[in-house]
C-alpha cells in the first residue's frame, strides 16, 4: 500500500537557503547509511572510542541480522533512502503549508495553541517552555537528579553512562536495536539516586532540542534503590514527521525498592513506521509500569517488557492501540519472571475502525525456580467496522509449576443495544461511539497525566466523527 | 596434568587474545576463551536465553558475547551481564599444561 | 503376522506395491500415486515455522519401516443398521466392497499447512483405517468403536480414516489407537471427517500409544450447514505427539464443540495446533483443551480461531487449561486470534497455567483424604469440566478409564 507522500522533499533547510556550516564535511547530508557515515556521526558528536567502536559494531550486526519475518509489513522500509544524521535546524519542515491536512485540522479541533502547533509540526522555531525547564532542572539538580539530552549525559556522566548502555538491550538483540545502537542521536538519560522521589513528571516534551523528534532516539533510565520518578514522552495530538522510520531504545534499570512509570502516547503521522524495542529489569521489590498508547504511524511495532529479577517485583504494561485506515497497531507487552514471588498483569485495549488492524503481541514466561509467581493477561479489541481488523497472539512459556498464570481475551464490537440506548439519549451515533470507545479505553486512560487524558478522549471523539484523518 | 583436569585439545599458541572457541569434553560442550589480558576461562556453550552458542560469539574484555541477541555472561563466573539471558551459565577454571589447554571439570 | 517394508523404502515404487498387493482398483493407485507426488512436492517441517518452534522432529524414526499388513479391523454392525445402508469397516474392506462409495467420498482435501506433509504422506501410503459411511437421515444410536493397533516393532503406520455423515444423519465414533511399549515407531494416523447439512455427528480419538511412540497426528473436520459436531482428543500415551486439528465451518449455522484431554507424565511432549476456521454466518465454534502434567512433561498447544470477514454473526471461544503437578512439568499455551469483521456476536479466548490452588488441596486432605488422593480426586475435578461434555456413557467410561492410568486411581492411592 502507499504510503502518503510528505510534501517536501528531504532536503535540509540549511543547504536550501545556502547556509552551510564549514566544519561538517557536506556527505553526511546524504541518504544511506555505511561505516563511515556511522564513524562520522561519532566524530561530530566528539564521542568517547569505546562509543565509536560500539557504534561500529553494532553497525556490522544490523548488515549481518535478517528483518523480522513476523509482525507487520515492513517492506516498505528502504534503508537506504534515508537521512541517518541530520542536527536540529535542518530537520525543520519547510513550511506551514506543507503540513498534511488531517494534521491541521486536527490542531484546530483540538484547540491546540499556535505555537505548540508549530512544534509539534517541526516548522521551525522554538517553543516557549524555554523559561519552564529551566525551572524543572535546578529543582532536580538539587536533589541530585540527572535529567539530560542522552548526548550531553554521554559527555558529562560518562562512567554511569558506560556501566549500564547495551546492558539492557544489547547491540545484537534485534535488527531494528542494532540500528538504533549504531545511528542513535538525542533522547533522554535519567538518574535518580538512592531513596529520591521526583514528583513532577518529567518529560520530554519539555526538552528543547529537536532531537523529540528523533528517529532514533536512545534513552537510558536509572532508578536507584528506593527511588521513583514518571517519565512522560510523546503527545496525543499528531506529530509530523518527514522522516518515515522511528527506531528508538528504551533502557531501564528499576533497582531494589524503587519505582518507575515510562508513559509514551504516540501518535505519529500515517507515514512512519515506528519500531521500537522497550525493555527494564526490576530487582527486588521494585515496580515498573509501561503506559502505552498506539494511535499514530502506518505501522507500530513495540512490545514493552520487563525483567522481573529480584523476589517480589511487579511489572505491568497498559496498553492502548488505536488503527485508523490502513494503519497497524502490532503491540502489547512481555514479562520475564526470573525470580519468585513476583507478578504482573497486561492489560491491553484495542480498538481497529475503517481498514485499521490492531494485533497483540504478548509474552509471559516464567523460569523454573519462580515459585509463587502470578500473572494476569487482559486483552480486549473493539472493532468498529466491518473491514478492520483484530489479532491476538498470547505467547506463554511456563516452566515452573508452582504459580498461577492467567489469560483472557476478548473481540467484540459495539453493542447495537448499548449504542441504541445512547442515541436514544439524544446523542448522534458518533457521540454515542466516542462515548463507548471512550469508556472501553478508561482504564487505562484514567492513568496518563489529565492533560493527557483530556487530550486523548477529544481526539477519540474527533476519529468517531470521521473529522479527522 | 591437572588431576582433575581435562585436556581440551586446544593448544594455547593456536588461540588468539579476545577470542573464544567451542570445545566439545567429556559429553559436555564448552566455550574457552583468552582475554585480551592473557586469562583462560571456560562456561558452558549454551545460552540460558535460546541456545545460542557462545564459543561461536565474541569475547569483548571478560565478556563473551552471545552471536543469536547479544547476550553476555563473565568469561570467569558465568553471570548474566548482559540481557536477554537471564539465568547464569556454569564456569570453569582453565590451566595450562605447557601448551596445552587444560579445564577443570567438576 | 505383519509384513514390514525395507526400511526407508516409501518411495513411488513402495506406494504402487502396496496398491499392487492390495490388489486396488486403478483410480485408487493412481490417487496415492498423485498423493506421493504431492508429499514429495511438500516440504518436511524445518522447526522455523510458528507450529513447529516448540517440537523437534530430528528424533522422529523416518527410516522405521512402513506397516504393510496391519491386523484388519473388525467390526460388529447391527444388521439393521447395514441393512440401512451404513458402511463401518476397515477402509481396506471398504474398496473392496462398496467401491463407488469410498471413490466419491475419498476427495482431494488438505489440510493446515503444518501437517500438510504428513496428510499427502498418509494419503499415498495408508494401510488401514476406519471407514464409516452414514447415509442421509439414518441415526445410530450406540456409539461405534474401532481400535486401530500399530503392530510391534519399529514400524511407521499411517492409517486414513474417513467419516461421511450424510444430511440429517447422526452418528457417535470412537477411534482408539494404541501400539507397544518399547521400541521407537511412528504413528501418523488421519482422520477427514465430513459433516453433512443437519447431521450431528461425535467423534473420539483415544490415543494410547506406546512409551516411544512418535504420534504426527492429523485431524480435517468439515461442518455443513446447520451441522453439529463435537470432537475428543485424550491423549495419554506416545513419547512425541503432534497433533494438528483442522476445523472449517463452512455452512451457516453449524456448530462445533473442540475438546481436549491431556494427561502426561514421564518425559512425554505433547504439542497440539489447531485451526477453527469460522468461514459462514452464524456458526459457532468453542474449544476446551485441559491438561493435566506430571514428572517433566510438556504441553504446548498454539490454537487459531480465525473469523472471515464474511462469517457474520459467529460465536466462537478457545479455552486451554493447563495444570502443573511438578516442578519439572512445562506448558506453553498460545491461544490466538485473528478477527477480520466486527459482525460478531461472541470472541475471546482463555488460557491458564499453573498449580493446584493450595486452598482446594488443604481442602480435600482436611476431609480425611492423603494428599495423593486429593490430587487425584482434584484432578479429576478439573477434568470434568470435559468429560462432562461426553455425551455417551461407554466412551466417557472408557476415558476415564484410560485416564486412570496416568493420573492414577481411587485404588491405587488409597493403597
Partial sequence: MALPNPALSQVPTGYKYGWHDAEKPLHIFKKGLNAEIVAEISRIKGEPKWMTDMRLKAYRHFEARPMPTWGGDMSGIDFQDIFYYVTGTDKAVQSWDDVPDYIRRTYDRLGIPEA???????????????????????DLEKQGVIFLGTDQALKEHEEIFREYFGTIIPANDNKLAALNTAVWSGGSFIYVPPGVHVELPLQAYFRINTENMGQFERTLIIADEGSSVHYVEGCTAPTYSTASL????????????????????????????????????????????WVDGNLGSHL?????????????????????????????????????????????????????????????????????????????????????????????????????????????????????????????????????????????????????????????????????EGAVG | MAPSGFATGLRASDVSPGTVRVVELDGRSLCVGLTEDGEWGAIDNVCTHDGGVLGEGELDGDLVECPRHGGRFDLFSGRVRALPPVVPVKAYRVTLDGDEVVVELP | MSVQAPAAAIDAAAIAAISERLGEPDWLRDRRAAWWARAEA??????????????????????????????????????????????????????????????????????????????????????????????????????????????????????????????????????????PDGEASWFGGIADVRIGPEARVRYANLQLLGDGAWHIGAQ???????????????????????????????????????????????????????????????????????????????????????????????????????LLLSPNAGAEPIPVLEIETNDIVRCGHGATAGAIDPIQRFYAQSRGLSADEAEIMIVRGFFEQVVAQIHSEPIRERVLDALAGRIGSDAEAAA
Fill in chain 1, 300 to 464: 507500530t511495532m513495540k512490545y514493552p517488557s520487563i525483567y522481573l529479577l529480584g523476589e517480589r517485583a511487579h511489572g505491568e504494561v497498559l496498553s492502548i492501540a488505536f488503527a485508523g485506515d490502513g494503519q497497524h497497531q502490532d503491540a502489547g507487552g512481555k514479562v520475564i519472571h526470573a525470580a519468585p514471588n513476583t507478578t504482573s498483569l497486561i492489560t491491553s485495549k484495542s480498538i481497529s475502525k475503517g481498514t485499521g488492524r490492531t494485533s497483540y503481541r504478548g509474552l509471559v514466561k516464567v523460569y523454573p525456580g519462580c515459585a509463587k509467581s502470578k500473572s494476569t493477561v487482559r486483552c480486549d479489541a473493539l472493532i468498529l467496522s466491518d473491514e478492520a481488523r483484530s489479532d491476538t497472539y498470547p505467547y506463554m512459556e511456563i516452566d515452573e509449576e508452582d504459580v498461577t498464570i492467567g489469560h483472557e481475551a476478548t473481540v467484540s464490537k459495539v453493542g447495537s443495544e448499548q449504542l441504541f440506548y445512547l442515541m436514544s439519549r439524544g446523542l448522534s451515533e458518533a457521540e454515542a461511539s466516542a462515548m463507548i470507545v471512550n469508556g472501553f479505553i478508561e482504564p487505562i486512560v484514567k492513568e496518563l497525566p489529565m492533560e493527557y487524558a483530556v487530550e486523548m478522549n477529544r481526539l477519540i471523539q474527533l476519529q468517531m
Fill in chain 1, 246 to 289: 522511528h527506531s528508538a531504545v528504551v533502557e531501564i534499570i528499576v533497582k531494589k525498592g524503587a519505582r518507575v512509570r515510562y508513559t509514551t502516547i504516540q501518535n505519529w503521522s500515517h507515514n512512519v513506521y515506528n519500531l521500537v524495542t522497550k525493555r527494564a529489569v526490576a530487582y527486588e521489590d521494585a515496580v515498573m509500569e
Fill in chain 1, 116 to 138: 505548540e502547533k508549530k512544534y509539534l509540526a517541526g516548522v521551525g522555531g522554538q517553543y516557549d517552555s524555554e523559561v519552564v525547564y529551566h525551572n524543572i532542572r535546578e
Fill in chain 3, 220 to 322: 480435517r473436520v468439515e461442518v455443513a450447514q446447520d451441522a453439529e459436531v463435537t470432537t475428543l482428543n485424550a491423549e495419554i500415551g506416545s513419547s512425541v505427539t503432534k497433533l494438528g486439528l483442522d476445523l472449517r465451518m463452512v455452512g451457516t449455522g453449524g456448530t462445533s464443540r473442540l475438546l481436549g484431554l491431556l494427561a502426561a507424565g514421564d518425559k512425554q511432549h505433547i504439542d497440539i495446533n489447531s485451526v477453527q476456521d469460522l468461514a459462514a454466518s452464524h456458526t459457532t465454534s468453542d474449544l476446551l483443551y485441559l491438561s493435566a502434567l506430571y514428572d517433566e512433561a510438556r504441553a504446548a498447544f498454539y490454537g487459531v480461531t480465525k473469523v472471515r470477514s464474511e462469517a457474520k454473526g459467529t460465536s466462537s471461544y478457545q479455552e486451554c487449561r493447563n
Fill in chain 3, 42 to 179: 511438500t516440504p518436511w517441517p524445518t522447526g522455523l515455522e510458528e507450529e513447529w518452534r516448540r517440537t523437534s522432529l530430528t528424533e522422529l524414526p523416518r527410516d522405521a519401516a512402513l506397516a504393510l499388513d496391519p491386523p484388519s479391523l473388525r467390526f460388529a454392525l447391527d444388521p439393521d443398521l447395514a441393512a440401512a445402508g451404513v458402511v463401518f469397516s476397515d477402509l481396506r474392506e471398504a474398496v473392496r466392497e462398496h467401491p463407488e462409495l469410498v471413490q466419491r467420498h475419498l476427495g482431494e482435501t488438505t489440510t493446515l499447512t503444518s501437517h500438510a506433509h504428513f496428510w499427502a504422506l498418509a494419503q499415498a501410503a495408508w494401510t488401514g483405517g476406519t471407514f464409516l459411511y452414514v447415509p442421509a437421515g439414518v441415526t445410530v444410536d450406540r456409539p461405534l468403536i474401532a481400535h486401530l493397533s500399530q503392530p510391534a516393532g519399529a514400524t511407521a503406520y499411517l492409517p486414513l480414516s474417513l467419516v461421511v455423515a450424510e444430511r440429517g444423519s447422526s452418528v457417535t465414533l470412537l477411534e482408539e489407537i494404541s501400539s
